[in-house]
């Protein structure tokens, strides 16, 4: 959301003391907010408080007194003063930050709207390579179809070494794995080193959900595909749709989900780059107001169910079902890429797999590479922030509860 100093000052029919320990403040234009005194006093935004240009806090929290009921309020010059009993200390906030801030549940439901994913299933939005290197509109535009969509595909990125990091930089640093900077799947009948590799078709999966942040913004260009490769299509399906629809339909099951911990691991020791990742985490993740935050799949690099055993038939009577609905789910979309393509997507939230190809002797190369979430998230809002447009990026998988 916009920096409050950005705001102008909002109009205040009034502010009432509505109780020993809260406020009430009047907007003209909007419903009323209330505050309590110790939320107002930890956020003081006087100097002996809060650092003017870092922002940071500058007290701690036995700085606070363990009560606080309020003295007097003053609205004055765009700032709300005010000051409890049981301290002298003038608690200030801006008016405009107080209503960016406001935890009323109509604002609270307002912004959480504004979060709320969508899917589609028609054709993935397309963007130039060098569109998005000359122009900051296109690259907006690029990241919004990610976030709104999940997925975006760039045409015509050079099939160079490593040119994605060039396309990845643009929107922050690497997120470096066990994997390194980039990752190759070399598909030839002479280089088979991974699953992917193989000409079998590839199931529904997130990438290394055995870490306890798993990449979110993932880049996989390919790199050469002769024309002689038939098939090799990849597909994906918003798994925030799916934990949706099953939720609707069995919220039995969904509820287990967010219950049980699976498994994910990544166990090789022998390795040249010796491995051992093991994390356990329920597949659906929810907020306080039970909007999905988080989902969880790759059944391929699931360990043993390490759990209460009065929990593991519960428990694999809801996967199966989620399992089913992924692969029957109508929240999917199919594109089979051509060379220099580059496909972006949302890790957390987009599955992807890959249908049966044959190589009839050629060759498939992809690379790919990934963004922490978190970047993604912060690159697209400060767009939003410098078209000053109100937009808050989509729930984007990160286990945030907002």
């Known amino acids: 959301?916009?920096?409050?100093?950005?705001?102008?000052?909002?109009?205040?029919?009034?502010?009432?003391?509505v109780s020993k320990t809260t406020i009430e403040i009047k907007w003209h234009d909007h419903t009323p907010s209330r505050f309590h005194t110790f939320w107002l006093r930890y956020h003081c935004h006087c100097p002996d408080c809060k650092e003017v240009h870092s922002g940071m806090r500058r007290i701690h929290p036995d700085d606070v007194p363990k009560k606080l009921t309020l003295k007097?309020?003053?609205?004055?010059?765009?700032?709300?003063e005010v000051v409890c009993n049981e301290e002298e200390h003038?608690?200030?906030?801006?008016?405009?930050?107080?209503?960016?801030?406001?935890?009323?549940?109509?604002?609270?439901?307002?912004?959480?709207?504004?979060?709320?994913?969508?899917?589609?299933?028609?054709?993935?939005?397309?963007?130039?390579?060098?569109?998005?290197?000359?122009?900051?509109?296109?690259?907006?535009?690029?990241?919004?179809?990610?976030?709104?969509?999940?997925?975006?595909?760039?045409?015509?990125?050079?099939?160079?070494?490593?040119?994605i990091l060039e396309l990845g930089a643009m929107v922050a640093p690497v997120y470096e794995t066990l994997y390194g900077e980039v990752f190759n799947h070399y598909c030839s009948k002479d280089n088979i080193t991974n699953i992917a590799d193989l000409e079998v078709p590839l199931w529904f999966h997130q990438d290394v959900p055995y870490y306890e942040s798993p990449p979110g913004f993932q880049l996989l260009h390919c790199m050469r595909l002769d024309s002689c490769v038939e098939g090799g299509a990849n597909v994906f399906v918003d798994t925030f749709e799916v934990a949706e629809q099953l939720r609707r339909e069995y919220p039995k099951y969904f509820?287990?989900?967010?219950?049980?911990?699976?498994?994910?691991?990544?166990?090789?020791?022998d390795n040249k780059r010796p491995c051992h990742y093991v994390y356990q985490r329920?597949?659906?993740?929810?907020?306080?107001?039970?909007?999905?935050?988080?989902?969880?799949?790759?059944?391929?690099?699931?360990?043993?169910?390490?759990?209460?055993?009065?929990?593991?038939?519960?428990?694999?009577?809801?996967?199966?079902?989620?399992?089913?609905?992924?692969?029957?789910?109508?929240?999917?979309i199919t594109n089979?890429?051509?060379q220099g393509d580059c496909v972006?997507?949302?890790?957390?939230?987009?599955?992807?797999?890959?249908?049966?190809?044959?190589?009839?002797?050629?060759?498939?190369?992809?690379?790919?590479?990934?963004?922490?979430?978190?970047?993604?998230?912060?690159?697209?809002?400060?767009?939003?922030?410098?078209?000053?447009?109100?937009?808050?990026?989509?729930?984007?998988?990160?286990?945030?509860?907002c």
């Open 336 to 338: 089979r890429m051509e």
């Open 90 to 163: 003038s608690i200030q906030h801006p008016l405009a930050w107080l209503k960016v801030f406001s935890y009323s549940k109509e604002d609270l439901e307002n912004r959480s709207a504004k979060r709320k994913t969508t899917f589609k299933t028609d054709s993935i939005e397309t963007f130039e390579f060098d569109d998005i290197r000359q122009s900051e509109d296109t690259f907006y535009e690029w990241l919004q179809a990610v976030d709104k969509n999940g997925l975006a595909l760039v045409k015509n990125v050079p099939c160079e070494d490593k040119k």
């Open 1 to 17: 959301m916009p920096p409050a100093q950005d705001q102008a000052v909002p109009s205040v029919d009034g502010v009432t003391i």
């Open 255 to 269: 509820e287990t989900l967010q219950k049980v911990p699976a498994t994910f691991q990544k166990i090789h020791e």
């Open 282 to 332: 329920p597949h659906i993740k929810v907020n306080w107001q039970g909007k999905v935050v988080a989902v969880f799949w790759n059944p391929q690099v699931e360990g043993p169910l390490q759990v209460p055993e009065e929990m593991v038939e519960p428990y694999y009577e809801a996967y199966f079902k989620l399992a089913e609905l992924i692969e029957k789910s109508p929240a999917s």
């Open 344 to 401: 972006t997507f949302n890790n957390r939230r987009m599955l992807h797999s890959r249908k049966t190809f044959k190589l009839n002797g050629g060759v498939r190369q992809l690379q790919g590479s990934y963004i922490n979430i978190d970047d993604f998230k912060n690159a697209l809002q400060i767009q939003y922030l410098k078209r000053n447009s109100g937009q808050l990026v989509t729930r984007v998988g990160n286990q945030c509860y």
């Open 72 to 80: 007097t309020t003053e609205l004055k010059d765009g700032f709300l």
